[in-house]
């Protein structure tokens, strides 16, 4: 009986191993689906970061293409609005030359008449005196109150003076037209050295000696035998203007910083023009300020860099420079300066311009 018991015991036991054994296997193999499962999950997550992180760079990379695309708008709506104002104001000043210019020409062109009538009547008061040297009472006062003898001298001086006067403003018109090239919206063959005298005459009153600047600003041009060049004539003036009033305001810092009287300092501008070679010229505009120093070289052409104050720079000059040098003409613009030495502004351009 008791044996019985044991074989059905042993049968049992038997039994419920299999049924755990079973219940192992199973739990077995629900682990290792389990761990198959956060594998598969862990290597999804893995796939979705390194999406993630892909488009994270795609959407920086896009920013950055936006930042170009706007700051080539902002430079784009700069060179517009300046250009809008350049031709507005070339219009004007074209119109205010052309004005001037007949009215100046009259007096110009009258005024060596009226020099020679007027030595007549006064030779013609000569011979007058010498026949008659003891006219009426009247005519005797008449000397005395206008000073005749004083007329006599100085009148020579006075049309002379006068003349200069008008064949100034004749320059002034010329080079305010020179200058303004309305005419020349495309392509011209010009004298570049037109161009320079053109501006240097708009800019003489800036090179004079004044309350805040002790001493004039000396002009040295040394001027190479240029060939005509193809250029946009007008915008190549803006250039020149930028540059060469850059140079004054940077000699009449160096004027009060030097105290060019003490110092013995001579503020200087020197230009200087030269063939390259076949294809290409070079204008270097010099001064010999105070210099630019490393950090502000590299931001020179920036638009809105400026170190000049509020109200004084709005710092488009040279970037506005640069974008028509380089990029309209195709040509090259560089500043080489060292603190304490002064700048030069390099300016090369090709002799003719091909379409582009
Ligand atoms: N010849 C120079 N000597 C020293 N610094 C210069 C010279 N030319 C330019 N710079 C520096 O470069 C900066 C930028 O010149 P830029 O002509 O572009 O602007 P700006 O003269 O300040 O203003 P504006 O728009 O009125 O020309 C100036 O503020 C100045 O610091
Ligand atoms: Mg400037």
């Known amino acids: 009986m008791q044996d019985i018991d044991y074989a059905s015991r042993l049968k049992e036991l038997e039994k419920t191993i299999r049924i755990l054994q079973k219940k192992l296997e199973r739990s077995e193999a629900d682990r290792q689906q389990l761990e198959n499962a956060s594998e598969v999950r862990e290597a999804i997550l893995k796939s979705v970061i390194r999406e993630l992180e892909a488009s994270q760079i795609a959407l920086?990379?896009?920013?950055?293409?936006?930042?170009?695309?706007?700051?080539?708008?902002?430079?784009?709506?700069?060179?517009?609005?300046?250009?809008?104002?350049?031709?507005?104001?070339?219009?004007?000043?074209?119109?205010?030359?052309h004005e001037i210019n007949n009215p100046v020409s009259f007096i110009y062109g009258n005024l060596s008449y009226?020099?020679?009538?007027?030595?007549?009547?006064?030779?013609?008061?000569?011979?007058?005196?010498?026949?008659?040297?003891?006219?009426?009472?009247?005519?005797?006062?008449?000397?005395?109150?206008?000073?005749?003898?004083?007329?006599?001298?100085?009148?020579?001086?006075?049309?002379?003076?006068?003349?200069?006067?008008?064949?100034?403003?004749?320059?002034?018109?010329?080079?305010?037209?020179?200058?303004s090239r309305l005419d020349e919206a495309e392509f011209k063959t010009v004298d570049i050295h037109d161009g320079i005298d053109s501006t240097l005459v708009i800019l003489n009153n800036r090179f004079k000696a004044s309350s805040n600047k002790l001493c004039d600003i000396q002009i040295i041009r040394k001027y190479g035998n240029l060939p005509l060049v193809e250029c946009y004539a007008g915008q190549l003036n803006q250039v020149f203007m930028n540059i060469l009033a850059n140079a004054t305001d940077?000699?009449?810092?160096?004027?009060?910083?030097?105290?060019?009287?003490?110092?013995?300092?001579?503020?200087?501008?020197?230009?200087?023009?030269?063939?390259?070679?076949?294809?290409?010229?070079?204008?270097?505009i010099a001064d010999n300020g105070l210099g630019i120093a490393e950090p502000v070289q590299t931001k020179l052409f920036d638009p809105f860099f400026t170190t000049k104050d509020i109200g004084k720079g709005t710092g488009l000059g040279l970037s506005i420079s640069y974008k028509i040098i380089v990029e309209l003409h195709g040509g090259n613009l560089e500043c080489h300066s060292a603190p304490g030495t002064g700048a030069n502004f390099i300016i090369q351009i090709p002799i003719r311009q091909y379409t582009k």
């Open 60 to 97: 920086e990379n896009r920013g950055q293409e936006l930042e170009t695309i706007l700051g080539n708008l902002k430079a784009l709506q700069i060179k517009l609005v300046e250009s809008e104002k350049m031709s507005a104001l070339g219009v004007l000043v074209a119109g205010i030359a």
């Open 114 to 179: 009226a020099n020679n009538y007027f030595q007549d009547v006064l030779d013609l008061l000569e011979i007058y005196q010498q026949h008659y040297p003891n006219p009426a009472i009247a005519i005797q006062e008449k000397i005395k109150e206008i000073e005749l003898q004083f007329i006599q001298e100085d009148s020579k001086k006075l049309f002379q003076s006068m003349m200069c006067g008008a064949e100034r403003i004749c320059e002034i018109v010329k080079s305010l037209r020179t200058f």
């Open 250 to 284: 940077a000699l009449e810092e160096a004027v009060v910083k030097k105290k060019c009287t003490q110092d013995n300092f001579n503020p200087t501008i020197e230009i200087a023009t030269k063939v390259i070679n076949h294809d290409w010229i070079e204008i270097s």
